[in-house]
């Protein structure tokens, strides 16, 4: 059984430079694409919308790593195309695709995949970015990744110079409750990983589960916050029986 459920907010900026898709098959396989356009390089509007565009549109139900890895090549090579003198878009992407067993994922920049089972997280991506350096090397801890004067260097996005380096991952899905959350730095920045396990273990649904958050950023947030974006995945796979 699967439930999904997502959102995208302009915040209080003039224009949305994220962008969000989830698509589905008869066969209960499941993509879901998430991007954040670097706003300090212009066009992050555009870059955003190709990388998932791309990403969805490549897609043929296929699950593993190097599948999700050429589809974010594809879509790095496209932005690259696109680019101008005056247009050096850019954009950060994260895509989780599900099968009957098995999860999978890739991903460049800072915008992140949470991965929780039954009830409690227990995988988050590591951020492409200066502070997570920092993290890395023990001048800072993990929550104060949010405040670090250096949040906005990002050392990987599709439309940098050359070849993109992607990071993935994969994991079997065994039963149980499971649920995914991907989101732009303009959502995590604002609710701690805390939160979100505490407000999964109320939630009734996806959409509960990303209603519940999105109060708790609305709490927070400056006049001016950055546009934030949330999709949320809930499976549960059911105990295998054994055949007699």
């Known amino acids: 059984m699967i439930s999904t459920f997502w959102y995208s907010d302009t915040g209080g900026r003039p224009c949305n430079e994220d962008a969000v898709q989830i698509k589905t098959t008869k066969n209960n396989q499941l993509l ?15 870059a955003s919308s190709i990388a998932v565009e791309t990403v969805c549109a490549g897609w043929n139900g296929s699950s593993t790593p190097a599948a999700l890895t050429e589809l974010i090549t594809q879509a790095h090579r496209s932005i690259l195309s696109r680019q101008a003198p005056d247009l050096p878009m850019k954009s950060t992407i994260v895509a989780l695709s599900l099968s009957a067993d098995h999860a999978d994922w890739a991903y460049a920049g800072d915008s992140r995949l949470y991965q929780f089972f039954n009830g409690n997280l227990v995988r988050q991506t590591r951020d492409h970015s200066a502070s997570q350096i920092a993290v890395l090397l023990g001048q800072i801890t993990p929550d104060q990744i949010r405040f670090h004067e250096d949040r906005s260097r990002i050392f990987r996005a599709l439309g940098q110079e050359g070849g993109l380096n992607v990071d993935t991952g994969s994991t079997p899905l065994s039963p149980g409750n499971h649920a995914f959350l991907l989101c732009s730095d303009g959502f995590w920045e604002y609710v701690y990983e805390s939160e979100m396990t505490r407000t999964l273990q109320s939630a009734v649904s996806a959409e509960d589960w990303i209603g519940q958050m999105r109060r708790i950023l609305s709490q927070r947030i400056p006049s001016d916050n950055d546009n934030n974006t949330a999709a949320a995945i809930w499976l549960q796979i059911p105990e295998r029986r054994e055949s007699r």
């Open 32 to 46: 879901a694409v998430l991007a954040d356009g670097l706003g300090g390089h212009g066009g992050g509007q555009i």
